[in-house]
């Protein structure tokens, strides 16, 4: 064999393989956007629509969270009228004297200021107010969930495209082997050492790969614009990312149970249980009497253009106490009270659900996490070892001291022990993220 040949064939795959990898990666467009985890996680806290929708819940939250609100705060009113007429008059009165006219003006004027204030109704109004704050504070968790949400979802969605591209780098080197192979048959071939059908199936073997690489490229978009969904970004946009998957071996599960307490879900939940709870006594006041000091300064003015009494007009304030008791509506308050309090035993009930749901799914979490790093260290050696294996079995096949069949199990062997061992760090890595989220951890 003619080694400058060689060379020559080798020179062309490694600018096939440099083509290649640019198609891969984006490395050719000019309008792409490189990002950072850090930065993919600013932007999604940034423009997530599901965040805003928690924040303003947060906001009408706090503003409902007020003693006015609660019915604690006294109510004032004013109140004014004016009335104009036109009529026919026309009296008798018992010392004889007759009042005849028609067309008499007149005017009827009213203003008030008026004002009470709750005294007693059961404690109503301070159940009232504390199951408003209570709202609030639910609302500022459910926020601090969906903010963990978030963040667990663009992480997981943002290592999948380290994990598809890292698929598709896998590709390349396998691609270049292939490209490799085909190069040194075709120098046999013009030495007389080597037949088409090698060459055919060489040239198979290399069409095959490289639609692999279509293909994997086609899911590494995909992954891509479920990742600038997340991020509210134009899912036209090109994403270049550059990163690998590491992951905290530092986890601990009886740590990420002993956080589950303070999980922002199983706090909001918390809150649920004592909103139902101060919804009981909310309605058991209902049945006690409510009390209100009224108070009130009125003005009146009537005025006639005829008839006996031409012209009225009184002012002066007035105060009075009013007493309400419920005697009897049906037993209906009675019936929502315990209705009440079954919605406050169903609700501890969804929590006792979701901290057993928890629980489990961390277990399950932590033991996919622990079989993952166990079986990863292995996986990298066994990844190492196979492409030390092709760089091999290719030397030896350029020396005619290995078969095409020898050096496609080679690559057959690196191409599983790569995406085996990316599969395998991925799993790891997102229930890492899954137990950070449980035990509200993410950063």
């Given at each position: 064999?003619?080694?400058?040949?060689?060379?020559?064939?080798?020179?062309?795959?490694?600018?096939?393989?440099?083509?290649?990898?640019?198609?891969?990666?984006?490395?050719?467009?000019?309008?792409?956007?490189?990002?950072?985890?850090?930065?993919?996680?600013?932007?999604?806290?940034?423009?997530?629509?599901?965040?805003?929708?928690?924040?303003?819940?947060?906001?009408?939250?706090?503003?409902?969270?007020?003693?006015?609100?609660?019915?604690?705060?006294?109510?004032?009113?004013?109140?004014?009228?004016?009335?104009?007429?036109?009529?026919?008059?026309?009296?008798?009165?018992?010392?004889?004297?007759?009042?005849?006219?028609?067309?008499?003006?007149?005017?009827?004027?009213?203003?008030?200021?008026?004002?009470?204030?709750?005294?007693?109704?059961?404690?109503?109004?301070?159940?009232?107010?504390?199951?408003?704050?209570?709202?609030?504070?639910?609302?500022?968790?459910?926020?601090?969930?969906?903010?963990?949400?978030?963040?667990?979802?663009?992480?997981?969605?943002?290592?999948?495209?380290?994990?598809?591209?890292?698929?598709?780098?896998?590709?390349?080197?396998?691609?270049?082997?292939?490209?490799?192979?085909?190069?040194?048959?075709?120098?046999?071939?013009?030495?007389?050492?080597?037949?088409?059908?090698?060459?055919?199936?060489?040239?198979?073997?290399?069409?095959?790969?490289?639609?692999?690489?279509?293909?994997q490229q086609m899911v590494a978009q995909i992954a891509k614009t479920e990742l600038l969904r997340l991020l509210t970004l134009d899912t036209k946009s090109e994403l270049a990312i550059r990163d690998t998957i590491t992951v905290d071996q530092n986890v601990q599960m009886n740590t990420v149970l002993d956080r589950l307490a303070v999980n922002a879900d199983v706090k909001a939940a918390d809150h649920q249980i004592r909103i139902n709870q101060l919804i009981v006594k909310e309605t058991a006041a209902l049945r006690y009497p409510t009390v209100r000091l009224n108070t009130a300064f009125n003005y009146s003015r009537n005025q006639s253009g005829a008839g006996l009494t031409l012209l009225n007009q009184s002012s002066g304030p007035n105060a009075g106490i009013?007493?309400?008791?419920?005697?009897?509506?049906?037993?209906?308050?009675?019936?929502?009270?315990?209705?009440?309090?079954?919605?406050?035993?169903?609700?501890?009930?969804?929590?006792?659900?979701?901290?057993?749901?928890?629980?489990?799914?961390?277990?399950?979490?932590?033991?996919?996490?622990?079989?993952?790093?166990?079986?990863?260290?292995?996986?990298?050696?066994?990844?190492?070892?196979?492409?030390?294996?092709?760089?091999?079995?290719?030397?030896?096949?350029?020396?005619?001291?290995?078969?095409?069949?020898?050096?496609?199990?080679?690559?057959?062997?690196?191409?599983?022990?790569?995406?085996?061992?990316?599969?395998?760090?991925?799993?790891?890595?997102?229930?890492?993220?899954?137990?950070?989220?449980?035990?509200?951890?993410?950063?």
């Open positions: 064999m003619n080694p400058l040949k060689i060379t020559n064939h080798i020179s062309r795959t490694a600018t096939i393989l440099a083509f290649v990898t640019a198609q891969a990666f984006g490395q050719g467009a000019t309008d792409s956007l490189r990002i950072t985890l850090d930065e993919a996680i600013a932007t999604a806290l940034k423009n997530s629509y599901e965040i805003q929708i928690a924040k303003n819940e947060v906001s009408a939250r706090t503003l409902l969270n007020h003693y006015g609100v609660a019915g604690g705060l006294p109510v004032v009113s004013a109140t004014l009228a004016n009335t104009e007429q036109i009529s026919n008059v026309n009296q008798k009165l018992n010392t004889g004297v007759e009042i005849s006219r028609k067309g008499a003006e007149g005017n009827n004027t009213q203003a008030g200021l008026s004002a009470g204030i709750l005294l007693y109704n059961g404690n109503r109004v301070v159940s009232t107010k504390k199951r408003l704050a209570e709202l609030q504070t639910q609302s500022s968790e459910l926020l601090n969930a969906q903010i963990q949400n978030t963040i667990a979802a663009v992480m997981t969605s943002y290592y999948d495209v380290v994990r598809q591209q890292s698929y598709l780098s896998t590709l390349n080197t396998s691609i270049a082997a292939s490209q490799q192979r085909l190069d040194i048959l075709k120098v046999r071939q013009q030495a007389g050492m080597a037949n088409n059908a090698d060459i055919f199936q060489a040239q198979i073997d290399l069409n095959t790969l490289l639609q692999s690489l279509q293909d009013s007493v309400a008791v419920p005697i009897y509506n049906g037993g209906v308050f009675k019936r929502q009270q315990k209705v009440a309090e079954i919605n406050t035993t169903s609700a501890k009930i969804q929590k006792d659900i979701m901290v057993r749901d928890y629980e489990a799914n961390a277990v399950r979490m932590y033991q996919t996490y622990k079989s993952s790093l166990q079986q990863l260290d292995i996986q990298k050696q066994n990844y190492d070892l196979s492409k030390q294996l092709l760089n091999l079995t290719m030397q030896r096949f350029k020396l005619i001291q290995a078969t095409i069949v020898d050096l496609r199990e080679a690559q057959k062997s690196f191409e599983d022990a790569g995406f085996r061992m990316i599969n395998i760090n991925y799993a790891a890595k997102t229930a890492e993220i899954e137990l950070k989220r449980l035990s509200n951890t993410l950063e």
